[in-house]
Structures are given as C-alpha cells and as structure tokens.
C-alpha cells in the first residue's frame, strides 16, 4: 500500500525551529518528486516547498523562503522539512504529498499523508 | 489572497450537478495544467482530477474537469451527501516558479 506518515509536529514558541518528516513505503521512492503542503486554522490549503527526486532542485513558497528547507534522504524514504524562525502564522495542518514525474507545467500531487500539526504560540 | 479564485461556496441538492470555477492568469492555469483535490480538514486531502481533465483510478465519473484559457472547472454531477468537503483546484506558476492552490470552495449538499 502506497503511504506517507508525518510526524515531528508540535508546539514551539516564535522563533524557535521543528523538523517535520515523511516516511515513505509502498512506492519506489526515489522515481517522485515530494511536496509540502499546509492549511493554517480556518484557512485554504498553501503551497509551500517541493523537492525534485534527486534533491538537486527545491522551491519555496515566498512565505517560507528563507527559513524553510526542504530536504530528503532516498536510502531512507523519507521527507524532511527543518522550519527556523518559526512565527505564529506558521501554525497549520502540514501535509507532505507525493509529486508524479513531469515537468512543471504537470504539476500536480496523487498521494497525501494525514498531516502533522504545528503549533507557533508563545 | 489566493493566486487562483474560487467561489468560497456552492450548494445544490442531491442527484444535481455542481460546477466550480477556478481562474487564473497566463503565468499559471493559462500555460500549465490544472488538478482538483477534494479535502475535508484534519484528513488526507484526495487528487480528483489531473491534467485537467484526468480522473485518478478509484474516482468516478460523476467528477470531470475541464479547462479554457486562464480558468478551470470542476463539474460534480449526481450529488451525494458524501460529496461535501472542500474542494481546491491546483497548478504551478511559472512566474513565481512554485505551486499555487485556489482559496478552496465549500460544497453543501442540500
């Protein structure tokens, strides 16, 4: 079975840094490019990174850029997103979510995990 | 301010179609392909269609999408109380060179 499971949420106050992972079975991890994604309280769902198969290409929400970095290790199927300079409108639902290979222009993600909650308050 | 516009809301009742619209601009749905996710928060969210028009196995056919020019759309038809959740339209943007959703739109069936 095809599957992402987040974890490394939390509660961490302003400023300070998580580090959230995917762990990846049922796939050959290695072929996707991954994203994440995340839904703040009562708001939509935002864009926020995406790394290519091979870690060698990322792009970041300019909410995020710079603070953010999306990163993966392939010999161990997993996602990882290291958040620094934590503010309070990090705080949401995050999703990592797997990308199908293409270009940009295909863009779009066929497997997402439950998520993972971050929580930025002081 | 979401990149794409979606209405925050639809509604029919069940048996009926739904439509939801989804616009952009030339830099996104206008030279790049749309995707559909229906979610309920707190859950995984669900690809309903790709490329846009392309429905994931598994999804049936009573969701089609279509595309033209800047805007996109989402047709439901044959409405189900189960269909109501969120419903997001998706694609890149070329200009920002990330991805970008729509504001959501949230289906009730009456």
């Known amino acids: 079975e095809v599957q992402l499971v987040e974890s490394g949420g939390g509660v961490e106050r302003p400023g300070g840094s998580l580090r959230l992972s995917c762990a990846a079975s049922g796939f050959t991890f290695d072929n996707y490019a991954m994203s994440w994604v995340r839904q703040a309280p009562g708001k939509g769902l935002e864009w926020v990174s995406i790394?290519?198969?091979?870690?060698?290409?990322?792009r970041y929400a300019d909410s995020v850029k710079g603070r953010f970095t999306i990163s993966r290790d392939n010999a161990k199927n997993s996602l990882y997103l290291q958040m620094n300079s934590l503010r309070a409108e990090d705080t949401a639902f995050y999703y990592c979510?797997?990308?199908?290979?293409?270009?940009?222009?295909?863009?779009?993600?066929?497997?997402w995990g439950k998520g993972t909650t971050v929580t930025v308050s002081s | 301010q979401s990149v794409l516009t979606q209405p925050p809301s639809v509604s029919a009742a069940p048996g009926q179609k739904v439509t939801i619209s989804c616009s952009g601009s030339s830099s996104n749905i206008g030279n790049n392909y749309v995707s559909w996710y229906q979610h309920l928060p707190g859950t995984a969210p669900k690809l309903l269609i790709y490329?846009?028009?392309k429905r994931p196995s598994g999804i049936p056919d009573r969701f089609s999408g279509s595309k033209s020019g800047t805007s996109a759309t989402l047709d439901i038809t044959g409405l189900q109380t189960g269909d109501e959740a969120d419903y997001y339209c998706?694609?890149?943007?070329?200009?920002?060179?990330?991805?970008?959703f729509g504001g959501g739109t949230k289906l009730t069936v009456l």
């Open positions: 998706g694609t890149w943007d070329s200009s920002l060179s990330a991805g970008v």
């Open positions: 979510a797997r990308v199908p290979p293409g270009d940009y222009s295909y863009y779009y993600m066929d497997v």
């Open positions: 490329d846009n028009n």
């Open positions: 790394i290519y198969w091979n870690g060698g290409s990322t």
